[in-house]
């Protein structure tokens, strides 16, 4: 894929980390493989006074390129506007900024808002950009239409991109999802959950459905339960102000867990499309079950590790959940009575984010006597940090004696395709500039997975919900393996 038309790119939040560690790095990556094309302009808006040449320089230092020969003619396209996210003069500046791109040209330019900052800004840089009329570029509002009437033309000049999580609960989802749509067309709203544009996820749908023989096991009748996990080795570091009072249910199971849990619960879309890939994506998170608030003990458990209290920025009483375990029900024909067994956490033993399909353990009337494993064929979905597939088999234990014994098929990505992998944030950047919404959050989805959390927060503030506590570098509380034993299963590792 490559960029054909010229582009305007506004990063709000310009000297934040997912500017400057994921932004940037994926921009230039894509620069350096020609995917950009030869007309694009990056503004970087912030609060810091910097000039264009010093915003550059402080990319080129942080990105360690200042000696590649790339990096000097990509930073030429590096502009810099200072302002406040409250204040209009700085929207005032960055309007004449990107008009002179326009003049230069002497035609108007797509114009992509990318909003990577934290969600308390994004009220007053949406009030800004209606006020100033930055959302509706340098082109007409309206087109005239052959039988003379005026067609709403919004969308061919401007584009918005926003950064999870998107509100805090049911209400302020839909507040946000309302001030959007006061705004922009939902042809124009890109919100951005850079775990669909993993190329495992994304490979799910070929896995299931042009193999044929996944699909017709894929069901009740086959599989036992689902496990995925989101394991972040690390803890919170600096994002205390951020990350207490939120916590990993809404950090990370609203959105990651619940788009892995519909990657694997979809039903077949009715072709290869936009909207009949993000339809049967919000079907499946439609059909997850909710869970009463007097009910959340019985589904839900949280935790928090060890040390978290003493982080900066943490309230010393908080009772913010750094780990989560939930199981959820899927209510279709497909997965009628089928446990999906989800769990995130940080400071955890390691870096892990996976899915497995557990397949149910029905042991051949010739093997009886021999005796077979307890759990049986489990297909893994690899996603991070090695991205591939895995198939556990049951196979003969080599030997004079018949014994069953299970072993691992393995497929990498890495070793398989030698080509180089698209980053995450390289697809999504692409996605946005030219105009594919696929791998992106549409309203309907976001609805239906605040409900559910919504009633799980609900639940807690009832009651003195119990808080497991875990080391660490260990696998989570103790109290979260109670999910699955009570069900007579267990965490796969």
Request: net charge negative; with cysteine; glycine share 8%.
């Given at each position: 894929?490559?960029?054909?038309?010229?582009?305007?790119?506004?990063?709000?939040?310009?000297?934040?980390?997912?500017?400057?560690?994921?932004?940037?790095?994926?921009?230039?990556s894509?620069?350096?493989?020609?995917?950009?094309?030869?007309?694009?302009?990056?503004v970087?808006?912030?609060?810091?006074?910097?000039?264009?040449?010093?915003?550059?320089?402080?990319?080129?230092?942080?990105?360690?390129?200042?000696?590649?020969?790339?990096?000097?003619?990509?930073a030429?396209?590096i502009?810099?506007?200072?302002?406040?996210?409250?204040?209009?003069?700085?929207?005032?500046?960055?309007?004449?900024?990107?008009?002179?791109f326009?003049?230069?040209l002497?035609?108007?330019i797509?114009?992509?808002?990318?909003?990577?900052?934290?969600?308390?800004?994004?009220?007053?840089?949406?009030?800004h950009l209606?006020?100033?009329?930055?959302?509706?570029?340098?082109?007409?509002?309206?087109?005239?239409?052959?039988?003379?009437?005026?067609?709403?033309?919004?969308?061919?000049?401007?584009?918005?991109?926003?950064?999870?999580?998107?509100?805090?609960?049911?209400?302020?989802?839909?507040?946000?999802?309302?001030r959007?749509?006061?705004?922009?067309?939902?042809?124009?709203?890109?919100?951005?959950?850079?775990?669909?544009?993993?190329?495992?996820?994304?490979?799910?749908?070929?896995?299931?459905?042009?193999?044929?023989?996944?699909?017709?096991?894929?069901?009740?009748?086959?599989?036992?339960?689902?496990?995925?996990t989101?394991?972040?080795?690390?803890?919170i570091?600096?994002?205390?102000?951020?990350?207490?009072?939120?916590?990993?249910?809404?950090?990370v199971?609203?959105n990651?867990?619940l788009?892995?849990?519909?990657?694997?619960?979809?039903?077949?879309?009715?072709?290869?499309?936009?909207?009949?890939i993000?339809?049967?994506?919000?079907?499946?998170?439609?059909?997850?079950?909710?869970i009463?608030p007097?009910?959340?003990s019985?589904?839900?458990?949280?935790?928090?590790?060890?040390?978290?209290?003493?982080?900066?920025?943490?309230?010393?009483?908080?009772?913010?959940?750094?780990?989560?375990?939930?199981?959820?029900?899927?209510?279709?024909?497909?997965?009628?009575?089928?446990p999906?067994?989800?769990?995130?956490?940080?400071?955890?033993?390691?870096?892990?984010?996976?899915?497995?399909i557990?397949?149910?353990q029905t042991?051949?009337?010739?093997?009886?006597?021999?005796?077979?494993?307890?759990?049986?064929?489990?297909?893994t979905?690899?996603?991070?940090?090695?991205?591939?597939?895995?198939?556990?088999?049951?196979?003969?234990?080599?030997?004079?004696?018949?014994?069953?014994?299970?072993?691992?098929?393995?497929?990498?990505?890495?070793?398989?395709?030698?080509?180089?992998?698209?980053?995450?944030?390289?697809?999504?950047?692409?996605?946005?500039?030219?105009g594919d919404?696929?791998?992106?959050?549409?309203s309907?989805?976001?609805?239906?997975s605040?409900?559910?959390?919504?009633?799980?927060?609900?639940?807690?503030?009832?009651?003195?919900?119990?808080?497991?506590?875990?080391?660490?570098?260990?696998?989570?509380?103790?109290?979260?393996?109670?999910?699955?034993?009570?069900?007579?299963?267990?965490?796969?590792?």
């Open positions: 894929m490559k960029v054909m038309s010229p582009f305007i790119l506004v990063i709000f939040g310009a000297t934040g980390d997912l500017a400057q560690h994921k932004l940037l790095p994926a921009l230039y894509l620069y350096k493989e020609k995917q950009l094309g030869d007309t694009f302009y990056i970087g808006f912030a609060r810091r006074p910097l000039t264009d040449q010093e915003y550059s320089h402080m990319l080129g230092d942080e990105l360690e390129v200042h000696k590649e020969e790339e990096w000097a003619d990509f030429k396209n502009y810099y506007q200072q302002g406040n996210f409250d204040e209009s003069d700085g929207y005032e500046a960055l309007i004449k900024k990107l008009n002179g326009d003049q230069k002497g035609a108007c797509l114009r992509l808002f990318y909003l990577a900052t934290p969600p308390d800004h994004y009220e007053n840089i949406l009030k209606k006020e100033t009329k930055l959302s509706e570029g340098c082109g007409p509002a309206f087109v005239k239409a052959t039988a003379g009437e005026e067609v709403i033309a919004r969308g061919k000049w401007t584009r918005l991109a926003i950064e999870k999580p998107f509100g805090k609960d049911l209400d302020t989802a839909r507040e946000l999802d309302k959007l749509c006061e705004i922009f067309e939902e042809q124009q709203i890109y919100r951005v959950d850079h775990y669909l544009a993993k190329e495992t996820v994304q490979n799910m749908i070929a896995f299931r459905f042009a193999n044929s023989i996944f699909e017709p096991v894929w069901n009740a009748e086959h599989i036992d339960n689902v496990q995925i989101f394991a972040e080795k690390k803890g570091g600096r994002r205390g102000k951020f990350f207490d009072g939120v916590g990993t249910l809404r950090d199971a609203q990651h867990l788009q892995l849990l519909a990657a694997v619960a979809m039903e077949q879309p009715k072709s290869f499309t936009r909207e009949s993000r339809d049967a994506r919000a079907n499946a998170i439609k059909a997850i079950r909710k009463l007097t009910d959340v019985h589904f839900i458990m949280r935790g928090q590790y060890k040390g978290y209290l003493e982080e900066k920025d943490v309230d010393p009483h908080s009772q913010t959940d750094t780990y989560v375990a939930m199981k959820l029900f899927v209510d279709t024909d497909r997965f009628s009575g089928v999906f067994y989800l769990r995130a956490g940080k400071a955890m033993e390691k870096d892990l984010v996976e899915i497995k557990i397949f149910k042991c051949h009337l010739l093997f009886k006597e021999y005796g077979c494993p307890e759990i049986g064929n489990v297909l979905i690899h996603i991070q940090p090695n991205e591939g597939i895995g198939m556990r088999v049951i196979a003969k234990t080599p030997g004079q004696t018949l014994s069953l014994s299970t072993v691992e098929m393995k497929f990498s990505y890495a070793e398989e395709f030698k080509n180089r992998k698209i980053d995450a944030y390289e697809k999504l950047l692409l996605d946005i500039i030219t919404q696929m791998l992106f959050n549409r309907d989805e976001l609805d239906s605040w409900e559910l959390i919504s009633g799980i927060l609900k639940g807690w503030s009832l009651s003195d919900n119990f808080v497991g506590t875990y080391d660490v570098g260990a696998s989570g509380p103790e109290e979260a393996k109670l999910l699955l034993e009570k069900d007579g299963k267990m965490w796969l590792d």
